[in-house]
């Protein structure tokens, strides 16, 4: 009789967060395959020069109780809460305004404020009617803001973030992402230079030191049985045999799994036609993070800045330097943008880098005089799951094939969600609750 392992792919936060549930329960037979040298995952730091830039800057934020514990648990003497300073640039109007923009319209021209205000009564007076009946993202952010807030700053935004016209997408992933202050909060917002904070991430968290690295850190070394550098490449499912890229191979009875589910179809031979076609049918973006190290010191007071004008390849830059100090060596300032690119909107790095460095000199936040210490970049594809009208019917029909395989599918790729790093850790935690409630 072949010995056959419990195996978790992937060692990203929602891999150590299942192996850790399981081996806390008594189930430390689970071996974690990781392809990379380092457990971690998106939620990783990477360190040149003196600089430490995440793959893509990684605040920490939830509602999930648990989950907070447990992160200030891993964190300990290295967790640091504070208020965010996060703001929209204009451009055209030479100013920034608070993020959420629809709940800080103070300081824009009258008329876009006129705009914005007017808009969101015809909106609410058509909720009050009851024709609030979106079917698409677009259609939600008119219904719900209103045509001013939408057309001022919501649609760009949406359309550079995504990749995709917004019509494409189901909203069903808003819930707190799009912050959604009431009227009352809208107008006083409008009116005034209130700057109560709203929104999840309004106080957010960081580490002191290390970058976002030292939390996935802190799991793993509670965890035992990590593999590191095991690349899985081929599953059969008939056989449940796992093959690694070295060539080896496990016999296994379970498997947790955090890979991206659109290249499922590489690693199993032989989907039904149902599930290759939903995997096909799966929808993503890019983001390639363009750092630039500055030999200038505090060259902005903010966190992060959203740009939603075509003439910024970029639709978010954070100055990391305000997250941690620790993130730049003495005296340096840095930048780390994300740029959003896809099969829609196709862009080679090469001319990211240099359009950014240009939009970067635009916006005021480089200045001529500066000097560009150093430019890094990383790549990451996936980055964002995109929501488009059929992305829960693909989804439910891969995850349900799987889990009749014992395979059970977690993580911000493995559910295929717009997954936050506290959502990761959730989902490793409730897959391995299921599997636990299965083994009583
Ligand atoms: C640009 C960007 C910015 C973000 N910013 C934030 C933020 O500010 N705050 C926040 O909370 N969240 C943020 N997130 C989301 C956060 O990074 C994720 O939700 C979380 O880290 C995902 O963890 P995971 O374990 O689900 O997936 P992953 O981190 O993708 O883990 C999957 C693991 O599987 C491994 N793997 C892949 N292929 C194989 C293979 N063949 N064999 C073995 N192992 C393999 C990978 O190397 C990886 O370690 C951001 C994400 C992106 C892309």
């Not at 300073?85 to 920034?96: C, F, G, N, S, T």
């Not at 005296?331 to 880098?353: C, Q």
């Amino acid at each position: 009789m072949v010995e056959r392992h419990d195996v978790i792919l992937g060692a990203g936060l929602a891999g150590l967060s299942a192996a850790y549930t399981l081996q806390n329960a008594g189930q430390s037979e689970w071996q974690v395959y990781e392809r990379n040298a380092e457990p971690g995952g998106l939620a990783r730091t990477v360190k040149i020069d003196g600089y430490r830039f995440d793959y893509g800057p990684h605040i920490l934020f939830t509602i999930d109780d648990e989950i907070r514990e447990l992160i200030q648990d891993l964190l300990g003497e290295n967790f640091h809460a504070q208020d965010r300073e996060a703001y929209i640039y204009h451009h055209a109007h030479d100013l920034y305004t608070r993020f959420p923009f629809q709940a800080h319209l103070y300081g824009l021209p009258t008329n876009i404020v006129a705009d914005c205000l007017h808009g969101l009564l015809r909106a609410v007076e058509s909720q009050a009617r009851g024709e609030f009946r979106p079917k698409n993202y677009l259609e939600w952010m008119r219904g719900f803001f209103g045509d001013g807030i939408a057309d001022h700053l919501m649609v760009p935004y949406a359309k550079k973030i995504w990749t995709i016209e917004p019509d494409l997408m189901d909203f069903s992933w808003i819930g707190r992402r799009v912050p959604t202050p009431d009227v009352e909060r809208i107008i006083r917002g409008a009116l005034s230079n209130d700057v109560a904070q709203v929104g999840a991430t309004s106080q957010f968290w960081y580490t002191k030191c290390g970058g976002i690295e030292p939390l996935p850190r802190a799991l793993a070394a509670r965890v035992e049985n990590i593999h590191l550098e095991r690349a899985a490449m081929k599953i059969d499912l008939s056989e449940k045999r796992l093959f690694f890229e070295d060539g080896n191979s496990v016999p296994f009875r379970r498997m947790v799994y955090s890979l991206p589910l659109p290249f499922l179809p590489r690693m199993i031979a032989n989907l039904p036609p149902e599930v290759e076609r939903a995997c096909a049918g799966l929808e993503y973006q890019g983001i390639y993070c363009i750092n630039v190290g500055i030999d200038r010191e505090r060259i902005s007071d903010k966190h992060w800045i959203y740009f939603y004008e075509d003439l910024f390849p970029f639709h978010r830059v954070s100055l990391t330097a305000n997250f941690s100090p620790d993130t730049v060596p003495p005296g340096k300032s840095a930048i780390a943008t994300e740029v959003a690119f896809s099969k829609y909107r196709p862009i080679e790095l090469e001319n990211a880098v240099e359009s950014t460095i240009e939009a970067l000199k635009a916006s005021g936040l480089i200045r001529e005089d500066d000097t560009i210490e150093l430019v890094h970049t990383e790549k990451i594809s996936p980055a964002y799951v995109i929501y488009d009208l059929d992305h829960a019917r693909n989804v439910e029909t891969i995850r349900g094939f799987l889990r009749e395989n014992d395979v059970w599918t977690v993580g911000r790729f493995g559910e295929w969600q717009y997954f936050n790093m506290d959502h990761s850790l959730r989902s490793g935690r409730r897959a391995a609750e299921e599997i636990l409630a299965l083994s009583t």
